[in-house]
């Protein structure tokens, strides 16, 4: 097996795992496995010096495996999380996840 095929494996063995990092969560309707990763998010906002209390109550970052989505997440976007409706403000895409920062929808 290569590097490539290992990283895959990982994947799904452990980082998606919900014995070991992963969650389920809801996600316009339907229940997925994803990764809530807010420390990194308080890093990246802190380095923008957001104010953090936005940041707790308004903002959710996670890891989700394109193969569990059946869409394409964009900026700007709404979905539905966990029967809240939130507005995609930033995604992150590599070849088998995106990264998704969710935000408070304002209206």
Do not use: C
């Not at 490539?4 to 014995?19: G, H, I, M, S, T």
């Not at 807010?38 to 380095?47: G, V």
């Not at 900026?75 to 992150?92: A, C, N, T, W």
């Amino acid at each position: 097996m290569g590097f490539k095929e290992q990283l895959l494996d990982d994947l799904d063995a452990v980082f998606f795992n919900p014995e070991e990092f992963a969650e389920s969560h809801t996600i316009n309707g339907a229940e997925v496995d994803i990764v809530v990763d807010n420390d990194k998010l308080a890093e990246m906002y802190i380095s923008k010096e957001t104010h953090t209390e936005e940041l707790f109550t308004d903002s959710i970052m996670f890891y989700v495996r394109k193969k569990d989505l059946d869409f394409e997440p964009v900026p700007g976007q709404y979905l539905e999380f966990d029967g809240r409706g939130m507005l995609i403000s930033d995604v992150k895409t590599d070849d088998e996840s995106y990264t998704i920062v969710l935000g408070a929808n304002e209206s």
